[in-house]
Each structure stands twice: as C-alpha cells, then as structure tokens.
C-alpha cells in the first residue's frame, strides 16, 4: 500500500542525492501536479528551485493574483510573469480550435525560455508529470498539457536542452493528492478543479478579444462560486462556462436585448476519458441563471449542457 509519508521521505532523499547544488527552474500552473512537484522540490533543495508561473491572460478571474499569493504563502521561490497582452495580441482574429492551441502552446514556450534564460546556469527542468502522462506519452492535447508536446517546430527552446526531473511521474492522481496533503498544502488546492493549459481560450468558440475574456470570467466565477456556497464543488469533478459565438434576443424592462448566450457544463468522471453530465438541482441552476444575467452585462440567456462524453468531448473546442 501507498504511504504519503515514506514517499516524502525517499523522493526528498533520492532529490537531493541527485540535484545536489544544482539549480531547477519549474513552470507553475496553479493546478495540482506542478504545485505537488514544486513544494517537493522545495522540501528537498530550497531556494534552488526557481518557479516560474506565467500568466496567459485566460485564466480564471483573479486567479493570477490569488495563486501566485498563496505559492509565495508556501515559501516557494516563484516568478509571477504577466504575458496577458502577449498571448491576447497573438491570439487576435483565430478561431479555429488548434489554431488557438497552437498559439498558446508557442508562445509560452517563448515567455518560459526567456524567463528560464535569465536563471544562471541552472541544469534541470523539473515537471510535473504523472504516471498516467507517462503512459499517454504522445499527448494529442497539444500545449500545455505537458510541455514535451512541442518538439514540433525547428530546434529545441533552450530550457528543453535540461535535463528533466519528475518526482511524480511513479504516482497517480489520487496518490499526488496525498502526498500534497501529507505536504501540508491547502484542502482547496488540492481539490481544485482540473483547467486546460489553453484555459478560456477553449471556452470562448471563436475568436479571443479582452472583451469575451472579462465576460467569461466574470460568468464562470459566478457559477464557480455558486457551486461552492451550494456545496456542490467538491461533488462534480469539473465545471466550467463557455461564451457561445452567436446574440439572442431577449427583453429587459420594455426594451429588446440582443446578446450573448453561455453554456454551463459539469461533469463527473474518474480520469477525463468518459464523462457524464452532472444532474445539478433545478434550484441552483435557476438561481445561478438568474445571477448571471442580473450581474453579467452582455449576456440574456443561460443554457445547461446536458451532453455525456463521449460522443460530446467536456470541452466545447
Ligand atoms: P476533453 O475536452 O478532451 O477534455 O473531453 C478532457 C480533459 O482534458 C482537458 N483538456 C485539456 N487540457 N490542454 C490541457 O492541458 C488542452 O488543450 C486540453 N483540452 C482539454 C479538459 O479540461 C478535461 O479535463
């Protein structure tokens, strides 16, 4: 059987053995397996691993902020880099689902390797990587997923030229979860959600602008926030809302509307591969509807995703 506490012990021993006095530098995403890997790495060589989290402007509302400060919280050495208007630019005008991955996946690949550049002399390249990643080796996702999907385009960034460390790469998500709590970090990030690499990018069908990106944070923090107040976060494996491409009509006091239209999605699932919509109460979903609309200006209508995977995929793009 699994025990968090002799692996802390032997993973921290087996680090320090095989880092020594190098230098790491490790890209943080705000979800589980980075943080798990990088407090691990912490325990094991300190201020010698240098954490780098890059903002790609299509994260949750305030979730920059808020993740950089409770990794600063925990004592790890991290860079919080904001390429927001970076990614937002290289992103005008494609709507094509991969185009859009694509994009993501290049340029932070370009914000990590500058940042990466300015470590002196550091030698490895710590990941992530869970054992289910290891199986899955080829990911057909594309970005971010795992940074080893981009050995596409002509030589290799510099930071790949590292050699690699996984700590986690013998756990699977369950064990990854407890090692993090062994390790003493925060319930509420250990039981985040999981949230695509290319983050809202997938979520806005179509074309990205500042303007859907505000729209759908706000949209998805109320329905996030909702779902927790209600309790029913920790009962649904994700959610999410997604900005659809298309105005409807509606009415607000006498005059006629004409504006977007959301979808909410929640699913239960083990390992993202099948999933099943999650029958959320009528009451919550009239609620959430409700307070969407009141408070989101630019959006009049709510739907409710009531499609399994397969044959529906859980994101839209
Ligand atoms: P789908 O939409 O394929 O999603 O049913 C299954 C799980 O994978 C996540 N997902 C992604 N994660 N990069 C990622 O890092 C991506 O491009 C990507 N596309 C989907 C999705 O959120 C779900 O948890």
Same mark, same amino acid.
């Given at each position: 059987t699994f025990t968090p506490n002799a692996f802390v012990d032997d993973i921290v021993a087996e680090l320090k053995e095989k880092i020594k006095d190098d230098k790491v530098v490790l890209g943080l995403s705000g979800g589980v397996d980075?943080?798990?890997?990088?407090?691990?790495? $912490?325990?094991? @060589?300190?201020?010698? =691993?240098?954490? @780098?989290?890059?903002? $790609?402007?299509?994260?949750?509302?305030?979730?920059?902020?808020?993740? =950089?400060?409770?990794?600063?919280?925990?004592?790890? $050495?991290?860079?919080?880099?904001?390429?927001?208007?970076?990614? @937002?630019?290289e992103l005008a005008g494609e709507?094509?689902?991969?185009?859009?991955?694509?994009?993501?996946?290049?340029?932070? @690949?370009?914000?990590?390797?500058?940042?990466? $550049?300015?470590i002196e002399d550091v030698k490895w390249l710590a990941q992530g990587t869970i054992y289910p990643d290891v199986i899955e080796s080829i990911s057909v996702k594309g970005p971010s997923a795992t940074i080893k999907s981009h050995h596409n385009v002509g030589g290799l960034p510099d930071f790949m030229k590292l050699q690699i460390?996984?700590?986690?790469?013998?756990?699977?998500?369950?064990?990854?979860?407890?090692?993090?709590?062994?390790?003493?970090?925060?319930?509420?990030?250990?039981?985040?959600?999981?949230?695509?690499?290319?983050?809202?990018?997938i979520r806005i069908l179509g074309d990205i602008t500042p303007e859907k990106v505000s729209i759908l944070q706000e949209v998805d923090s109320i329905y996030i926030e909702g779902l927790k107040k209600a309790g029913l976060y920790d009962k649904v494996w994700q959610a999410g809302a997604i900005l659809l491409p298309i105005n409807s009509v509606g009415v607000m006091g006498d005059?006629?509307?004409?504006?977007?239209?959301?979808? =909410?999605?929640?699913?239960?699932?083990?390992?993202?591969?099948?999933?099943?919509?999650?029958?959320?109460?009528?009451?919550?979903?009239m609620n959430i509807s409700n307070e969407i609309i009141n408070k989101v200006k630019g959006v009049n209508r709510v739907v409710y995703d009531i499609s399994s995977k397969p044959p529906a995929t859980i994101e839209w793009e």
């Open positions: 980075s943080t798990v890997a990088a407090v691990l790495l $912490n325990k094991a @060589i300190g201020k010698n =691993l240098y954490c @780098i989290f890059v903002n $790609n402007g299509l994260l949750r509302k305030n979730e920059f902020q808020n993740v =950089l400060k409770q990794y600063e919280g925990m004592g790890l $050495n991290v860079k919080g880099v904001d390429a927001s208007s970076r990614f @937002i630019s709507s094509d689902p991969e185009g859009k991955r694509k994009i993501i996946g290049r340029v932070f @690949i370009e914000v990590f390797d500058d940042e990466a $550049n300015q460390v996984e700590p986690l790469r013998m756990l699977f998500k369950d064990e990854v979860r407890r090692v993090g709590a062994a390790l003493g970090i925060h319930a509420d990030l250990l039981g985040r959600h999981p949230f695509p690499g290319p983050g809202l990018a005059e006629r509307t004409y504006e977007k239209v959301v979808a =909410l999605r929640a699913v239960e699932s083990t390992d993202g591969m099948t999933a099943d919509w999650v029958h959320l109460p009528y009451d919550f979903l």
